[in-house]
């Protein structure tokens, strides 16, 4: 039946629709299809936190080159080294792997931290067991440091999710301070006087808390982030076997009986959609699985000698686990460092990475394509470089005992902190 021309407005829209409607009941009929279901609704995230994008995958907008900001993408591509002993950072020209520059800090730098809004990479000098710790601001855009900043025992830093405050994790004074996230003048402070050794931390999807770990207490710390309190601590289950602390070998990891009564937890990560965290364990020699929201132990993934550092492939698909070789924090030479590749679906190791001759992976960052991971060996005074294709590894020669570094420029909307954790 053809429609008449004279058929008033209204009516011949009605007639489209319902002509609309029955074609698409009668081509989902056609496909046996049932009709989709609506969508999830999104994120209910704090003020002034930027939304979260595909809350399947929170690392979505960090998922290579094309997801460099516009402000960052005249930033010198580089790789910032602070090497804990020698209180300099080395500069690496990741494209000649070469060692570009380098410069003194405040006393033992620790991690160097992109700023909430990417304009300035922070050194974290905590100056370990004495009073004069300071902040070193490095423009990106030159690769020089700024004026230092004094703070109190700056072993990391981090920043809410809503971009208001820096948090400088005070470790040995079991505190966390929220400060300006420009000028570090103070704002307040939170006590956290059971979380020993805090130095580790990761957010929630919705940035209404973060988990903390507690190196010297084998536990997490909870904190809510909007009321400014301590929501509790959550002591994590020791596995029954780990590896034995020996010298490097061409044979594979013997375990033993696990004796230790507590772990020493070190960097954790949030799962992509957001509903777990997982934390390197350095004692345990795996990494544990905690529910944030329910704040319980749901699994362990073992995974190697010492447990450290977790970073994200680009894609949100895996991460990788920085085995450090020694359950010793200060340890020696040539150990068996390792990294795991584990697929954050199915929380199975899929590939384990050795450094041949032995070495001492610890903390880094991702390249901007994902096709390196960047790690410092700590007890090694190198830097290596693992393709992240085959595992296959380069070492370049830095300073003393290097720690935290950071692969810049990163992609991303903005940064929470550590060695650059963005979203």
Known sequence: MGTNVNTPTTLRAAIIVALAAAGAVVAADKAGDK???????????VPGMPPVVNRNNLYSETNGPSYIAAAVKGDLERVYVPNLRSNDVSVIDPVTLKVVDKFKVGKAPQHVIPSWDLRTLWVANNAERTNIGSLTPIDPRTGKPGKEISVDDPYNLYFTPDGKSAIVVAEAKHRLDFRDPQTMAMQYSIEAPKCGGINHADFSIDGRYALFTCEF?????????????????LKLNMPSTRFKDVPPSDGPLASEICSS????????????DGKRFYIADMEADGVHIVDGDAFKEVGFISTGLGAHGIYPSRDGKQFYVANRGTHSIHGRRKV?????????ASEKVVAQWQIPGGGSPDMGNVSADGKA??????????????????GSVKQIKVGQEPHGLVVWPQP???SVGHTGNLR
């Open 373 to 390: 991971l960047w790690l410092s060996g700590r007890f090694d005074d190198v830097v290596y470089r693992f393709d992240t294709t085959d």
């Open 35 to 45: 009709p989709a279901a609506p969508a999830a609704a999104p994120i209910a995230t």
């Open 261 to 272: 009564k507590k772990g020493m937890p070190q960097d954790i990560r949030i799962s992509p």
């Open 336 to 344: 068996r460092g390792s990294v795991t590749v584990v697929d954050f």
């Open 217 to 233: 207490e084998g536990s997490v710390a909870k904190i809510d982030l909007v009321e400014r309190k301590v929501l509790g601590y």
């Open 412 to 414: 991303g909307r903005y």
